[in-house]
């Protein structure tokens, strides 16, 4: 199995910064693409960041120029650095893995339990 283990949430003031991360582990052969989601309450889950594992990022567009990901494929963590945070970044963050298991040739994704994210005006 393949668990997704993430950190590094909690309560910040608006203009803040928060680091999250999150390290994969158990039986994985390759980690594809990982990313971050969001959801905040009332709201559908959206896309946040994520990146290949040579390096290529895609950003929505509300984080582009605060937000940073990055990841250490020797360890299968990724991370998101979050600069110049606003309360409409207060949600749970979720991040993701697109990972093959060493026991399939498929690839699939894997989910994190989530980590609150609360940004105070």
């Known amino acids: 199995q393949v668990q997704l283990v993430e950190s590094g949430g909690g309560l910040v003031q608006a203009g803040g910064s928060l680091r999250l991360s999150c390290a994969a582990s158990g039986s994985i052969f390759s980690i594809n693409v990982m990313g971050w989601y969001r959801q905040a309450p009332g709201k559908e889950r959206e896309l946040v960041a994520d990146?290949?594992?040579?390096?290529?990022?895609t950003y929505v567009d509300s984080v582009k120029g605060r937000f940073t990901i990055s990841r250490d494929n020797a360890k299968n963590t990724v991370y998101l650095e979050m600069n110049s945070l606003k309360p409409e970044d207060t949600a749970i963050y979720y991040c993701?893995?697109?990972?093959?298991?060493?026991?399939?040739?498929?690839?699939?994704?894997?989910w994190g339990q989530g980590t609150q994210v609360t940004v105070s005006s």
């Open positions: 993701v893995a697109d990972v093959r298991r060493w026991d399939t040739y498929v690839h699939n994704n894997y």
């Open positions: 990146i290949t594992s040579a390096g290529f990022t």
